[in-house]
């Protein structure tokens, strides 16, 4: 069965930087893309960046050059580094699987951890 937890938000002002973690289990090996996904209130679900098992990555052009997405195979965990944040930044994180090749859609990922709050004030 597998588990997502997020960790690593938290409040920061416009500017200042962040780094969450997903830390993965139960994964198997046709576990191909990890994503990050975010929803501020009254918002939708939207995608923020995605990586598969071969390090490609995406990222939505509004996080362009400022979070970056990485994976660590051996741990099981991606990364979402973010930096330059603004206040439309804010809202709840979270990380997501699929067993196929990256979407950015949220509806395409069957797993999903609890998230974590990003405050940016």
């Known amino acids: 069965q597998v588990q997502l937890v997020e960790s690593g938000g938290g409040l920061v002002q416009p500017g200042g930087s962040l780094r969450l973690s997903c830390a993965a289990s139960?994964?198997?090996?046709?576990?191909?893309?990890m994503g990050w996904f975010r929803q501020a209130p009254g918002k939708e679900r939207e995608g923020v960046a995605t990586?598969?098992?071969?390090?490609?990555?995406q990222h939505v052009d509004a996080v362009k050059g400022r979070f970056t997405i990485a994976r660590e195979n051996a741990e099981n965990t991606v990364y979402l580094q973010m930096n330059d944040l603004r206040t439309d930044d804010a809202g709840m994180y979270y990380c997501?699987?699929?067993?196929?090749?990256?979407?950015?859609?949220?509806?395409?990922?069957?797993?999903w951890g609890q998230g974590t709050q990003v405050t940016v004030s």
């Open positions: 139960g994964l198997t090996d046709s576990d191909r893309c």
């Open positions: 990586i598969d098992s071969d390090g490609n990555t």
């Open positions: 997501a699987l699929r067993s196929q090749y990256c979407s950015p859609e949220p509806h395409d990922y069957p797993d």
